[in-house]
């Protein structure tokens, strides 16, 4: 399969991604103020948890764009890795850190403080979407283990592992923590790579072997595609009887991590079964994909306050509002801004 083929996977499924992303915080304000017991909420509940798959496939992503090509070319020095990675992904993270800091002060949320500003950078809390990147800049800095793990180990011995380390992570950290340290508290268990270890080492094995991967995702694809409705309809289920009905469901994160390992692979056998032609607009959606990432809440808490000041009170108006202006001021601000660098790094042509 030639590296086109392979980017033009990779880059249906980012795009897909990034819009559930969206879709997934806008969610947020409905969610907020709508009556827990109500129809309107369940649906709206429901349908963000089916988009948290997003997340967890930008780590897979990560992890085969990681491996891809190490079978025939190798790989980047370190250093220019780290270099690109500091420059096309954490430099950018800090800027935005930084707007959306300069906003909140601005609007009165809470004063200037630079002991503030550099913590929230550190811990990936000013936003809800930051978390991510703290995340991922673990996984770029342990680039070294990633990278050997699978040449050295199998996908059968890897996998099992990494999700039990996942479930210990994701669910049980504080437990964990609290039996090591007594009275220990950790708060930002989702900001641990280990959280999301089997998407990641699972993107890795998938892109160490890529043409393997394709033919087992085509033979298997019947089967991803039944696991992964069925566990889509017992997420649902199982999250309306916890978060409307207020029953205890102990159960429910693993349910939904299980609906997460099987959407992954269902969608890129879907997206590799019946590939998309993606227009130019669509490509330069893709590779804007990441800013968009960076400051959709910000396009987000800015309507929130104009709908406020608006007097649009109306749930369903505002919400339908807020996606149509997030979707498209997002998208469009963050090409802009990329076609104007592309336009000053341009150089000049010297007139003779």
Same mark, same amino acid.
């Given at each position: 399969?030639?590296?086109?083929?392979? /980017?033009?996977?990779?880059?249906?499924?980012?795009?897909?991604?990034?819009?559930?992303?969206?879709?997934?915080?806008?969610?947020?304000?409905?969610?907020?103020?709508?009556?827990?017991?109500?129809?309107?909420?369940?649906?709206?509940?429901?349908?963000?948890?089916?988009?948290?798959?997003?997340?967890?496939? *930008?780590?897979?992503?990560?992890?085969?764009?990681?491996?891809?090509?190490?079978?025939?070319?190798?790989?980047?020095?370190?250093?220019? &890795?780290?270099?690109? !990675?500091?420059?096309?992904?954490?430099?950018?993270?800090?800027?935005?850190?930084?707007? &959306?800091?300069?906003?909140?002060?601005?609007?009165?949320?809470?004063?200037?403080?630079? /002991? =503030?500003?550099?913590?929230?950078?550190? /811990?990936? =809390?000013?936003?809800?979407?930051?978390?991510?990147?703290?995340?991922?800049?673990?996984?770029?800095?342990?680039?070294?283990?990633?990278?050997?793990?699978?040449?050295?180990?199998?996908?059968?011995?890897?996998?099992?592992?990494?999700?039990?380390?996942?479930?210990?992570?994701?669910?049980?950290?504080?437990?964990?923590?609290?039996?090591?340290?007594?009275?220990?508290?950790?708060?930002?268990? =989702? !900001?641990?790579?280990?959280?999301?270890?089997?998407?990641?080492?699972?993107?890795?094995?998938?892109?160490?072997?890529?043409?393997?991967?394709?033919?087992?995702?085509? /033979?298997?694809?019947?089967?991803?595609?039944?696991?992964?409705?069925?566990?889509?309809?017992? =997420?649902?289920?199982?999250?309306?009887?916890? *978060?409307?009905?207020?029953?205890?469901?102990?159960?429910?994160?693993?349910?939904?991590?299980?609906?997460?390992?099987?959407?992954?692979?269902?969608?890129?056998?879907?997206?590799?079964?019946?590939?998309?032609?993606?227009?130019?607009?669509?490509?330069?959606?893709?590779?804007?994909?990441?800013?968009?990432?960076?400051?959709?809440?910000?396009?987000?808490?800015?309507?929130?306050?104009?709908?406020?000041?608006?007097?649009?009170?109306?749930?369903?108006?505002?919400?339908?509002? !807020?996606?149509?202006?997030?979707?498209?001021?997002?998208?469009?601000?963050?090409?802009?801004?990329?076609?104007?660098?592309?336009?000053?790094?341009?150089?000049?042509?010297?007139?003779?």
């Amino acid at each position: 399969m030639s590296v086109q083929k392979r /980017r033009e996977e990779l880059t249906t499924l980012n795009l897909l991604f990034c819009l559930m992303v969206l879709w997934s915080h806008c969610s947020g304000h409905p969610i907020t103020v709508l009556d827990h017991s109500s129809w309107q909420y369940g649906l709206m509940i429901s349908l963000q948890r089916l988009t948290f798959v997003s997340v967890s496939g *930008f780590f897979f992503l990560s992890g085969v764009k990681l491996t891809l090509n190490s079978a025939s070319a190798p790989p980047p020095p370190l250093g220019r &890795y780290w270099a690109k !990675r500091w420059k096309g992904i954490f430099l950018p993270y800090l800027l935005a850190v930084a707007v &959306y800091y300069v906003y909140f002060v601005s609007h009165g949320y809470f004063s200037f403080s630079l /002991r =503030d500003l550099a913590g929230y950078m550190i /811990r990936g =809390d000013l936003s809800s979407p930051f978390y991510f990147v703290i995340a991922l800049a673990q996984f770029v800095l342990l680039l070294p283990l990633f990278r050997w793990l699978p040449r050295r180990w199998s996908p059968s011995v890897l996998l099992p592992i990494s999700l039990g380390i996942t479930w210990l992570s994701a669910l049980y950290c504080n437990e964990i923590l609290g039996l090591l340290i007594p009275g220990a508290h950790f708060s930002y268990n =989702d !900001r641990l790579f280990t959280t999301y270890l089997v998407y990641y080492v699972g993107g890795c094995c998938a892109g160490q072997n890529y043409p393997r991967f394709l033919e087992l995702l085509d /033979r298997n694809r019947p089967l991803l595609t039944a696991c992964a409705l069925i566990f889509a309809g017992a =997420d649902l289920f199982f999250s309306w009887k916890f *978060f409307v009905g207020g029953q205890s469901v102990s159960f429910l994160e693993m349910i939904h991590t299980l609906y997460q390992l099987t959407a992954i692979p269902a969608l890129y056998a879907l997206v590799v079964r019946h590939p998309v032609t993606l227009s130019p607009l669509a490509r330069r959606m893709d590779r804007a994909s990441f800013l968009v990432y960076l400051y959709h809440s910000l396009v987000i808490t800015w309507f929130n306050d104009l709908a406020w000041q608006l007097g649009i009170s109306r749930v369903s108006v505002q919400f339908l509002l !807020r996606v149509v202006t997030v979707y498209t001021l997002t998208f469009l601000g963050a090409m802009a801004w990329q076609w104007m660098l592309s336009r000053a790094r341009r150089p000049i042509p010297l007139k003779i």
